[in-house]
């Protein structure tokens, strides 16, 4: 009777378990599927005229500099280049971009379309501030990546060295290298 017990409540444990585990793995999905109807919907209106349009595009322009400085930052950190304090400051970003964007939703439900335009210079001049600080990140980013110059400059020489040397075996007076016997001729004597 107690293994039966126990073999339920492991049944019962495993299938909450499961339950718990594909709920969220379609909540991601839900998420994902989201941002990108979102993201698309996006860029559809930033191809428009007028101050709907320009939301859309200061909205875009955002993600767009933020995506890229932290692939940029990725792209760094998989190479093991020196990223300094790049990872808190990109957050910092984040945050404010987040704000920014947030204000920005607010602009597009703004139900007197008269008001959007007065009220668009300073979440625009946010977003200027934004997506150029996040292109300093991301120039840093790339400047950082080049430090092994010296390291490449070397390896280019010993490049340069080794292939001279496999070259001098071709030349026309050597066919490849000497035998023991060609080497020596006291050998061929004996």
Not at 18 to 35: D, E, K, N, W, Y
Not at 154 to 160: G, I, N, P, R, S
Request: proline letters at 5%; hydrophobic letters at 45%; aromatic letters at 0%.
């Amino acid at each position: 009777m107690q293994t039966l017990l126990a073999v339920l409540a492991c049944l019962v444990f495993c299938s909450c378990a499961v339950v718990l585990v594909i709920r969220s793995a379609i909540r991601r999905a839900r998420r994902r599927l989201l941002r990108l109807r979102d993201r698309a919907q996006l860029v559809a209106r930033a191809h428009g005229v007028g101050p709907d349009a320009e939301l859309a595009r200061l909205r875009r322009d955002l993600e767009r500099s933020l995506s890229g400085a932290r692939h940029a930052l990725a792209a760094a950190q998989a190479v093991h280049a020196p990223v300094g304090d790049v990872p808190s400051l990109l957050a910092r970003l984040e945050l404010a971009a987040r704000s920014v964007d947030g204000e920005l939703r607010m602009l597009e439900s703004q139900p007197d379309r008269s008001r959007v335009p007065a009220a668009l210079d300073g979440p625009r001049s946010r977003v200027v501030v934004i997506t150029t600080s996040a292109a300093q990140l991301v120039d840093g980013l790339l400047h950082a990546t080049g430090h092994d110059t010296a390291e490449l400059s070397l390896l280019q020489t010993a490049c340069a060295i080794e292939a001279d040397a496999l070259r001098s075996l071709g030349e026309p007076g050597r066919r490849g290298r000497a035998t023991p016997a060609q080497a020596d001729p006291t050998a061929s004597a004996g």
